[in-house]
Structure formats: structure tokens, C-alpha cells
């Protein structure tokens, strides 16, 4: 098994990863299924930090359009269903043998950690897998802002999107087969086709601490183990 090319990486994983294609909610063997794959890929060598979405219970901003919940709450309450999320991936890699622990910017006595970027790279460096959870603590931002905070802040050597499309496209391609796919982006070209795969000031965070970003199919089992040894695969974003 190859080696990874990168000590650290930050995996951005969509809260509908861990449940069933079009589900709701957590299905017990999507987790297990998920962790699996995440243990193998950390044989090849990486320190990995986790940020999990929460697709699969409600997200925030779109909540508080179709209902009487205002943006500020609604926020809040996709970052505790990331915590949610987190503490169930928690759980299922130590059953499977692999130490994990969650550190959240919204503290929860009997579920985790509170976030310390010094606690974290403990962590990290003693071999646990580490689930960041509970967003950047704030309203009005996205958990793929906060991956490249984390990723800022933990000196990560990669970003990984993992999503249900095999890149990015100029539109979707589910609705237009014409849709260009991508194979390699800068950070520029995201910003000005206006490309909606990855919050905007997520990119300009990322841009700032020069950490590339890889966006795949995490449906497709190999892909992650393929980015990590430098393969093509997805869409790579970086400098020019």
C-alpha cells in the first residue's frame, strides 16, 4: 500500500454520507461503512481531523427560508446536529478498534470536547482520528468555512470535499449533461465562475494559508486513498 503524500489533512464529509443515498437521519451501516474506509485511509500514513456537514438532518440557512426559525437559531441548530453526527462517528470508530475523539466549538459536557487547536494537535499526533464539530461556534457560516478555519489552524497539508459528485462541473450535471467537468481549478477561477461547489470564504481561507483542496465522490471507495497518493481524482484546486 502506498504511502500518503500529505502528514496532515482535514476530510470535509456531507452529513448525508452517513445515511442511505437520498436518506435522512443516521443509518448505522453507512457509519460503519464510512469508518471503515477512514481507517484504511489512515494506514497510509496521514494524521487526519474530521468536520462532518449536516445535510442529513437540516441545514441552516435553507431551514430558516422554508420556516418561522430565524437564521441566527437555525445555524445554531445544524451545529448541533453536527455534533450529533460527530459523536456518532465517534462512537463507531472505537468499536472498530480505531481511537477518536470530538472537539466542538460549542462545548457539551456529556458528549465532547471543547475545541483547543493545542488539544487538537495533541491529539493528532498521538494517533486519534479527531471529529470537529459544532461549526466555527457562529451563525452564518458554513461547515466548509469551517473545515479551512480548522485546516488554517491546524496546519493541514490537504483539504478533501468529499460529496456526492465526482467534482466540479460548470452546472449540475444531474440536470445538464452538458455540464464541463473540471479536473483542476485555482482558487481564482472558483471566485470568478462563481462556482458553487465550496463556500466562497472558504477558498479565500484556504487561498490565504495555501492548503489545496481536493472535491470527489466519496461514494466511490477508492477515491480518497487515490488524492492522498497524489493520483488524479475529482477536481484539484490550488494555485495557478
Do not use: W
Not at 477512514?38 to 435553507?62: C, D, T, Y
Not at 462545548?107 to 494537535?121: N, P, S
Not at 490565504?208 to 465522490?217: C, G, T
Amino acid at each position: 500500500m502506498a504511502k500518503s503524500k500529505y502528514k496532515r489533512i482535514l476530510l470535509k464529509i456531507s452529513g448525508e454520507g452517513l445515511c442511505k443515498p437520498g436518506g435522512f437521519g443516521l443509518d448505522s451501516s453507512a457509519l460503519e461503512s464510512l469508518a471503515k474506509r477512514i481507517i484504511e485511509i489512515k494506514k497510509l500514513g496521514s494524521q487526519i481531523a474530521i468536520v462532518l456537514g449536516a445535510g442529513n438532518f437540516l441545514r441552516g440557512e435553507s431551514f430558516s427560508k422554508t420556516s418561522h426559525i430565524s437564521r441566527n437559531t437555525a445555524d445554531h441548530m445544524g451545529m448541533l446536529a453536527t455534533i450529533i453526527n460527530a459523536s456518532a462517528m465517534q462512537e463507531t470508530f472505537e468499536a472498530l478498534g480505531q481511537p477518536a475523539v470530538v472537539l466542538s466549538a460549542i462545548k457539551i459536557d456529556a458528549l465532547c470536547e471543547k475545541f483547543v487547536r493545542r488539544k487538537a494537535v495533541d491529539c493528532l499526533e498521538s494517533g486519534k482520528i479527531v471529529m470537529l464539530a459544532g461549526g466555527t461556534g457562529n451563525p452564518f457560516f458554513t461547515t466548509d468555512t469551517c473545515a479551512a478555519l480548522r485546516a488554517s489552524e491546524l496546519g493541514a497539508d490537504l483539504i478533501i470535499k468529499a460529496t456526492k459528485v465526482d467534482g466540479v462541473y460548470s452546472d449540475d450535471p444531474k440536470k445538464n449533461q452538458d455540464a464541463e467537468f473540471f479536473a483542476k481549478l485555482s482558487y481564482e477561477d472558483i471566485l470568478k465562475k462563481n462556482l458553487k461547489v465550496i463556500d466562497h470564504s472558504a477558498i479565500t481561507l484556504a487561498k490565504e494559508s495555501n492548503i489545496p483542496i481536493v472535491v470527489l465522490n466519496i461514494f466511490k471507495e477508492d477515491n480518497i486513498a487515490m488524492a492522498l497518493n497524489g493520483e488524479q481524482v475529482g477536481t484539484y484546486i490550488g494555485h495557478n
